[in-house]
Nanobody, 130 residues
């Protein structure tokens, strides 16, 4: 069992930066498929960025070049550094994980359906004003 806790959400102005953290607990998650999703009011949850067990990462086109995933080691938080934030980045950001089932981790192109992710955090709110 893996428990995920997000933090770092805040209200910022357009052009600002935030760093979200996803803190896992339970046991080492180094081989888990990890990802960040976001959901704006009235919209479906969408994939933002995904990291696989080899520390490769992929990003949605809307955030590419502005957002960066990082993870120091097997037991450290998963970070999402968000720069040059825009009002369209507003939403609740969720960390999600898939245990190692022996299959390749989803990349940004196949993060749907969200039901393939077994573990979710409670979400952290990001609000970007213009």
């Amino acid at each position: 069992q893996v428990y995920l806790a997000e933090s770092g959400g805040d209200s910022v102005q357009s052009g600002g930066s935030l760093r979200l953290s996803c803190v896992p607990s339970g046991h080492s998650y180094s081989s888990y498929c990890m990802a960040w999703f976001r959901q704006a009011p009235g919209k479906e949850r969408e994939g933002v960025a995904a990291i696989d067990d080899d520390a490769g990462s992929s990003y949605a086109d809307s955030v590419k070049g502005r957002f960066t995933l990082s993870r120091d080691n097997a037991k450290s938080p998963l970070y999402l550094q968000m720069n040059d934030l825009k009002p369209d980045d507003t939403g609740t950001y969720y960390c999600a994980a898939i245990p190692p089932f022996g299959l390749p981790c989803p990349t940004i192109s196949n993060m749907s359906p969200t039901s393939q992710y077994n573990y979710w955090g409670q979400g952290t709110q990001v609000t970007v004003s213009s």
